[in-house]
């Protein structure tokens, strides 16, 4: 995020240091929003896809860094675990034919890695939680060998004074314990993030869209029912996460807002409003200060890089998060971060393409809807979502003159699609490629097979003649052959 990490362990003379320059970052930037001009043009998408690295017996493959170096291309980078690594394609105008641009670049460099991964006997899986997990995968010595991540291990543990402690319950007696004294768990979750570039003036009303959209795009794009062999939530990455990304100190929780929250409320002071409530409400986790003084740059009408900011930023783990950027001449992004990896690229554009566009269709309602429907209902919907998938019925605004109505996730996506597409294309965005993608949700949903839907449904085929763990690694093979061949997921047959 700017900023090099080459530290492990920090004094309290540091956090002295970097609690004062996030202040400065933070005047250095309502400065900027004041700035005429400052963040305005035309709209930008750009995305990261996370990955699993698997072995030919389908078990995690710890070897990120070599592949990493094989590759010897700067959008990848490492990730938390051994066995995990992430692609970050170029940001593209989000006119004209960008989800094809950035599909076929995901595709290059997917293949790059695959390639690298083929000499050490490996694969790529782009999954959002590998059903071969097992405890032994989510160990201190799974860690990537990287000062960030063993900083950032350290950190986390003086705030919680204690283990991670992780209950997730599915279905009947599905369910998972667990407690672990490291962030090595944090890696069981790969996902698929989506960035929207919008004008500061319009950016509290984007964000809110998106928090608004994610529920009901989530619906329809689970792909992690299966954590250590048991099956839990259609997008268990939810609750795993949030419950391993918790720094708060159990015994005595001062904080009621854990560190990877859906939120606390609609955002009503745009940008700055966020990134303050990040600064006030979390603890520094790696207060690495650089030799800017941004308050100085904006006074010479320069464009500071905020290197504090972004670095802490990057350590509170909204599930929607703003975002600044110095680049392109300075701006603002929502950054949409619930969505899993995979299936298929083609499922990933698909849900990327739901994702944005009903963010922009939103948008223009959602002063009236932030004053109207409750935030608790959208907060509710995400967890229903990610708790039940197609199964979820969500809370609606239906009208003026009457309140909230639940809807069923598969009627609501579909009431919802004509003006996602409508609002691509308003926004530029070739037809074709608005209607290809979305026709992509379209038939999922009649189909009724998510990437989830198809995983439950595989591994009930596979268990009737194996037990659990060997149908869980039979199923990971299929899965990753089909995957491969980019077939969209609801088109999946389910025989292994």
Same mark, same amino acid.
């Given at each position: 995020?700017?900023?090099?990490?080459?530290?492990?362990?920090?004094?309290?003379?540091?956090?002295?240091?970097?609690?004062?320059?996030?202040?400065?970052?933070?005047? =250095? @930037?309502?400065? /900027?929003? !004041?700035? #005429?001009?400052?963040? *305005?043009?035309?709209?930008?998408?750009?995305?990261?896809? +996370? &990955?699993?690295?698997?072995?030919?017996?389908?078990?995690?493959?710890?070897?990120?860094?070599?592949?990493?170096?094989?590759?010897?291309?700067?959008?990848?980078?490492?990730?938390?675990?051994?066995?995990?690594?992430?692609?970050?394609?170029?940001?593209?105008?989000?006119?004209?034919?960008?989800?094809?641009?950035?599909?076929?670049?995901?595709?290059?460099?997917?293949?790059?890695?695959?390639?690298?991964?083929?000499?050490?006997?490996?694969?790529?899986?782009?999954?959002?939680?590998?059903?071969?997990?097992?405890?032994?995968?989510?160990?201190?010595?799974?860690?990537?060998?990287?000062?960030?991540?063993?900083?950032?291990?350290? =950190? @986390?543990?003086? /705030?919680? !004074?204690? #283990?991670?402690?992780? *209950?997730?319950?599915?279905?009947?007696?599905?369910?998972? +314990? &667990?407690?672990?004294?490291?962030?090595?768990?944090?890696?069981?979750?790969?996902?698929?993030?989506?960035?929207?570039?919008?004008?500061?003036?319009?950016?509290?009303?984007?964000?809110?869209?998106?928090?608004?959209?994610?529920?009901?795009?989530?619906?329809?794009?689970?792909?992690?029912?299966?954590?250590?062999?048991?099956?839990?939530?259609?997008?268990?990455?939810?609750?795993?996460?949030?419950?391993?990304?918790?720094?708060?100190?159990?015994?005595?929780?001062?904080?009621?807002?854990?560190?990877?929250?859906?939120?606390?409320?609609?955002?009503?002071?745009?940008?700055?409003?966020?990134?303050?409530?990040?600064?006030?409400?979390?603890?520094?986790? /790696?207060?690495?200060?650089?030799?800017?003084?941004?308050?100085?740059?904006?006074?010479?009408?320069?464009?500071?890089?905020?290197?504090?900011?972004?670095?802490?930023?990057?350590?509170?783990?909204?599930?929607?998060?703003?975002?600044?950027?110095?680049?392109?001449?300075?701006?603002?992004?929502?950054?949409?971060?619930?969505?899993?990896?995979?299936?298929?690229?083609?499922?990933?554009?698909?849900?990327?393409?739901?994702?944005?566009?009903?963010?922009?269709?939103?948008?223009?309602?959602?002063?009236?809807?932030?004053?109207?429907?409750?935030?608790?209902?959208?907060?509710?919907?995400?967890?229903?979502?990610?708790?039940?998938?197609?199964?979820?019925?969500?809370?609606?605004?239906?009208?003026?003159?009457?309140?909230?109505?639940?809807?069923?996730?598969?009627?609501?996506?579909?009431?919802?699609?004509?003006?996602?597409?409508?609002?691509?294309?308003?926004?530029?965005?070739?037809?074709?490629?608005?209607?290809?993608?979305?026709?992509?949700?379209?038939?999922?949903?009649?189909?009724?097979?998510?990437?989830?839907?198809?995983?439950?449904?595989?591994?009930?085929?596979?268990?009737?003649?194996?037990?659990?763990?060997?149908?869980?690694?039979?199923?990971?093979?299929?899965?990753?052959?089909?995957?491969?061949?980019?077939?969209?997921?609801?088109?999946?047959?389910?025989?292994?």
């Amino acid at each position: 995020m700017g900023v090099k990490i080459d530290r492990e362990h920090f004094d309290e003379v540091d956090y002295l240091r970097f609690r004062q320059r996030l202040e400065d970052c933070l005047a =250095a @930037l309502r400065e /900027l929003l !004041q700035r #005429p001009g400052f963040g *305005t043009g035309q709209m930008t998408i750009g995305a990261e896809l +996370e &990955l699993f690295l698997v072995d030919d017996q389908s078990r995690p493959l710890p070897s990120n860094q070599s592949i990493l170096d094989a590759v010897g291309d700067d959008r990848l980078t490492l990730e938390i675990d051994r066995f995990n690594l992430e692609l970050n394609p170029s940001p593209l105008s989000l006119a004209c034919r960008p989800f094809s641009a950035m599909g076929a670049e995901m595709a290059e460099l997917l293949g790059l890695v695959r390639a690298a991964a083929r000499e050490r006997a490996g694969r790529a899986a782009m999954i959002g939680i590998l059903p071969t997990l097992h405890p032994s995968h989510l160990q201190r010595a799974c860690i990537t060998d990287a000062p960030r991540y063993r900083a950032l291990n350290h =950190a @986390l543990g003086l /705030l919680r !004074q204690g #283990p991670i402690r992780v *209950t997730i319950s599915g279905a009947g007696a599905e369910r998972v +314990e &667990l407690e672990r004294d490291d962030v090595a768990i944090e890696g069981a979750n790969t996902s698929f993030q989506a960035h929207l570039r919008v004008d500061p003036d319009r950016f509290a009303a984007a964000y809110n869209a998106g928090q608004m959209a994610t529920a009901p795009v989530l619906a329809v794009a689970g792909n992690s029912p299966v954590f250590l062999g048991r099956q839990l939530w259609d997008e268990t990455r939810v609750a795993l996460f949030e419950q391993s990304a918790d720094d708060r100190h159990q015994p005595r929780t001062d904080r009621r807002v854990p560190r990877g929250p859906f939120g606390t409320d609609w955002a009503s002071d745009g940008a700055i409003g966020l990134f303050e409530e990040s600064v006030r409400r979390y603890e520094p986790l /790696l207060p690495v200060v650089s030799g800017e003084d941004p308050r100085a740059v904006v006074a010479k009408g320069g464009m500071p890089c905020l290197d504090e900011l972004r670095l802490h930023q990057s350590t509170v783990w909204r599930w929607n998060r703003a975002i600044y950027d110095a680049g392109f001449g300075g701006h603002l992004r929502v950054e949409l971060r619930a969505l899993p990896a995979g299936p298929t690229i083609v499922d990933m554009l698909a849900n990327a393409a739901f994702l944005i566009g009903l963010t922009l269709a939103l948008e223009p309602q959602m002063t009236d809807w932030a004053r109207t429907f409750p935030f608790a209902h959208a907060q509710a919907n995400f967890y229903q979502s990610a708790r039940q998938g197609l199964d979820a019925e969500l809370w609606w605004p239906t009208g003026p003159r009457s309140g909230p109505q639940r809807v069923g996730a598969p009627e609501l996506a579909l009431r919802l699609l004509p003006e996602a597409a409508r609002a691509l294309k308003e926004a530029g965005v070739a037809s074709e490629e608005a209607d290809r993608l979305l026709g992509v949700i379209t038939d999922r949903v009649a189909a009724r097979q998510t990437g989830a839907v198809w995983q439950r449904r595989a591994l009930a085929a596979a268990e009737q003649g194996l037990g659990r763990e060997r149908a869980l690694h039979r199923m990971l093979e299929r899965y990753l052959e089909l995957s491969a061949a980019e077939r969209p997921v609801h088109t999946w047959p389910v025989d292994l």
